[in-house]
């Protein structure tokens, strides 16, 4: 991005409360898709940490050893690019002294991993892939149950509401499609499936006409999107409904329900299951969506509520470390931080070493969505 852009890229959240000290305030970068395909997710993630550190802020800031601190976030879009991701990365260590991060893709956690162990900070990451986190590294909290977690439980639910058993699987051509497509098939073919086929597209493509038609020419009973953005999942159901596809479709790598009917309409996507990370239903989900539909104009994507849940345990831990300049003290408060509750009321735990060799990750409760006359509704539980 070029220099002059970075200002008008980097939107930063503060109050101006007596008695605060601008070199003492807890700064928390958001690098994220703004812009693009995965815009919804992103500005999902920036509202949570903005809404957090209001709640902080607007309680006299947040309590370090009898201190009162002020919480400030600092936004920057990747536009889904790890060369992106990496030059934010830098400006919010080097310029804007940032110490916590949220990042959301696979590829830009890779990118800065090396980086971040050795600045002495702290991420909060998004990313699926299991190369991420290992017992090796220290500064790598990811902020949510994965489909290492939930896949098998979603397609035992499947398995017993869907008929069929032949899927194709069609995924992104990147380290999150990558590694979510070998999840995937070892949890259908557990469950008795058969993955006729493992298609990947670029993540810029619009035609997925030739995709489509030789997917479709193997008779799949449904078709699983896996972690396609919710924009082009619904650009993808629509133009396989044109091509005459009349069987299931599922998208189990991620919310976006509400956009994937926005782009494909209604009828197109009626049935589709999904990961859900909000139940529409919740009172408390309901009252924070008002609140983003207030501040932007739309509903949010449920992508909002682990990102909120998580900065709400990162500044739990940092008060409970008494030394936010250390993101090793910090990482290891999360595991008194937790358990706590979420803001749907589930309880969240902190592990990860049966997967990870590590506990670094924060366990969510997930929920199965089905599309039903253009709303997105749950219809189980998965962990």
């Given at each position: 991005?070029?220099?002059?852009?970075?200002?008008?890229?980097?939107?930063?959240?503060?109050?101006?409360?007596?008695?605060y000290a601008t070199a003492q305030a807890i700064k928390i970068g958001v690098i994220g898709m703004m812009t693009g395909p995965g815009a919804a997710w992103g500005i999902a993630a920036a509202e949570a940490a903005r809404f957090a550190a209001e709640e902080a802020n607007a309680a006299g800031g947040l309590d370090v050893n009898g201190a009162k601190r002020k919480v400030?976030?600092?936004?920057?879009?990747?536009?889904?690019?790890?060369?992106?991701?990496?030059?934010?990365?830098?400006?919010?260590?080097?310029?804007?002294?940032?110490?916590?991060?949220?990042?959301?893709?696979?590829?830009?956690?890779?990118?800065?991993?090396?980086?971040?162990?050795?600045?002495?900070?702290?991420?909060?990451?998004?990313?699926?892939?299991?190369?991420?986190?290992?017992?090796?590294?220290?500064?790598?909290?990811?902020?949510?149950?994965?489909?290492?977690?939930?896949?098998?439980?979603?397609?035992?639910?499947?398995?017993?509401?869907?008929?069929?058993?032949?899927?194709?699987?069609?995924?992104?051509?990147?380290?999150?499609?990558?590694?979510?497509?070998?999840?995937?098939?070892?949890?259908?073919?557990?469950?008795?499936?058969?993955?006729?086929?493992?298609?990947?597209?670029?993540?810029?493509?619009?035609?997925?006409?030739?995709?489509?038609?030789?997917?479709?020419?193997?008779?799949?009973?449904?078709?699983?999107?896996?972690?396609?953005?919710?924009?082009?999942?619904?650009?993808?159901?629509?133009?396989?409904?044109?091509?005459?596809?009349?069987?299931?479709?599922?998208?189990?790598?991620?919310?976006?329900?509400?956009?994937?009917?926005?782009?494909a309409g209604a009828a197109a996507a009626e049935g589709m299951v999904n990961i859900l990370y909000a139940d529409p239903a919740n009172k408390a989900y309901q009252e924070l969506s008002e609140r983003f539909q207030k501040k932007i104009g739309q509903p949010p994507n449920e992508f909002i509520v682990p990102c909120y849940d998580s900065v709400k345990v990162l500044l739990?831990?940092?008060?409970?470390?008494?030394?936010?300049?250390?993101?090793?003290?910090?990482?290891?408060?999360?595991?008194?931080?937790?358990?706590?509750?979420?803001?749907?009321?589930?309880?969240?735990?902190?592990?990860?070493?049966?997967?990870?060799?590590?506990?670094?990750?924060?366990?969510?409760?997930?929920?199965?969505?089905?599309?039903?006359?253009?709303?997105?509704?749950?219809?189980?539980?998965?962990?």
């Open positions: 991005m070029p220099a002059r852009s970075w200002m008008a890229g980097a939107i930063v959240l503060s109050f101006a409360f007596p008695g400030e976030v600092i936004v920057y879009d990747d536009q889904y690019k790890a060369s992106e991701s990496l030059a934010a990365y830098n400006r919010l260590v080097n310029e804007d002294g940032a110490k916590f991060f949220m990042t959301m893709s696979s590829a830009a956690m890779l990118a800065m991993t090396q980086d971040v162990e050795r600045d002495n900070v702290l991420v909060l990451t998004g990313s699926y892939s299991r190369k991420v986190i290992n017992a090796d590294i220290k500064h790598i909290i990811r902020m949510y149950s994965t489909p290492t977690e939930y896949m098998e439980g979603a397609i035992r639910w499947m398995k017993g509401n869907l008929p069929g058993k032949r899927v194709a699987i069609v995924n992104p051509n990147d380290e999150t499609g990558w590694d979510i497509t070998d999840v995937s098939a070892r949890g259908f073919a557990k469950e008795g499936y058969e993955v006729i086929t493992r298609e990947l597209y670029d993540r810029t493509q619009k035609d997925f006409q030739p995709l489509l038609t030789r997917v479709i020419a193997m008779q799949p009973d449904f078709i699983e999107l896996g972690s396609s953005s919710p924009a082009l999942a619904g650009l993808i159901v629509r133009q396989a409904r044109e091509l005459g596809y009349k069987n299931a479709f599922s998208a189990l790598g991620g919310p976006g329900p509400r956009e994937i009917v926005a782009a739990k831990a940092i008060s409970l470390s008494g030394d936010p300049d250390n993101a090793e003290k910090v990482a290891g408060a999360f595991a008194k931080a937790l358990p706590m509750k979420s803001l749907q009321g589930q309880d969240l735990s902190f592990g990860g070493k049966s997967t990870m060799g590590t506990d670094a990750q924060i366990m969510t409760v997930n929920y199965i969505g089905q599309i039903r006359n253009g709303q997105p509704v749950a219809v189980g539980v998965t962990k």
